[in-house]
């Protein structure tokens, strides 16, 4: 895909899948950096309530050290299936996700040693080296189509990552996501909203048409 003149590959967890591999975006991410040039390389899906948060901030920072602007990130909730395979509580990880995803933003971007006693997590001391090169805090997407999601990424001034779903729940998630960030005061850019969607490519629509 980088001798086709692609933008990005891209990488998110899963856990117990036979079709899709990496249970550790991180550790896939930097086997790929070394294999290719120019290309980035995005880790849409670290699962951040399945994940200790601050393990997930000091390796994204440490691929973003390592090769600066290269790396694209995305930090998501994951589905049911993957908190069972950690046995959470699914109604959980809405709240999980939104603080583990705070405490991450926090770890990149505080200078000091600051402590963290929150719901789910709770660290005396949080002090990550090296921090992302690219400050406050490198660009990140926030992924998921619910409302909550689009707050969050709203509200932190994060972009938004939408998956799989159609024309029209895009449009309504995304529409949200828009609002939100005007009455936060901030518009996104063109490439700050990304739709990843499932394609076939053919020599023909016909032919396409008929992989389906």
Same mark, same amino acid.
């Given at each position: ?18 079709? @899709?591999? /990496?249970? =550790?975006? $991180?550790?896939?991410? #930097? ?5 290719? *040039? ?8 670290? @699962?951040? /309530?399945? =994940?200790? $948060?601050?393990?997930? #901030? ?5 691929? *973003?050290?390592?090769?600066p602007g290269r790396f694209v990130f995305g930090l998501l909730r994951g589905t049911t299936n993957e908190y069972l395979s ?39 001391t949080v002090s990550i080296w090296p921090q992302p090169q690219e400050q406050p805090h490198r660009p990140t997407y926030a ?16 972009w938004l990552g939408v998956s799989y779903g159609t024309f029209e729940l895009m449009a309504k998630s995304t529409g949200y ?36």
């Amino acid at each position: 895909v980088e001798k086709l003149g692609f933008d990005w590959i891209s990488l998110s967890e899963h856990h117990y899948s036979p079709r @899709i591999l /990496p249970p =550790s975006p $991180p550790l896939a991410a #930097a086997f790929l950096a070394s294999h290719v *040039d120019n290309i980035k390389i995005a880790l849409l899906g670290p @699962i951040v /309530p399945v =994940s200790n $948060p601050i393990r997930v #901030a000091e390796e994204l920072a440490m691929l *973003d050290t390592m090769l600066p602007g290269r790396f694209v990130f995305g930090l998501l909730r994951g589905t049911t299936n993957e908190y069972l395979s950690y046995d959470l509580n699914p109604k959980e990880a809405r709240e999980r996700t939104d603080e583990g995803m705070e405490l991450i933003l926090k770890a990149w971007t505080e200078p000091q040693p600051f402590g963290w006693q929150g719901r789910y997590f709770q660290y005396r001391t949080v002090s990550i080296w090296p921090q992302p090169q690219e400050q406050p805090h490198r660009p990140t997407y926030a992924l998921g189509v619910s409302a909550e999601a689009a707050d969050f990424a709203a509200r932190h001034h994060l972009w938004l990552g939408v998956s799989y779903g159609t024309f029209e729940l895009m449009a309504k998630s995304t529409g949200y996501y828009r609002q939100r960030c005007a009455e936060y005061g901030w518009e996104p850019g063109p490439d700050d909203i990304i739709w990843r969607a499932n394609m076939i490519l053919a020599k023909t629509d016909d032919a396409a048409d008929a992989a389906l």
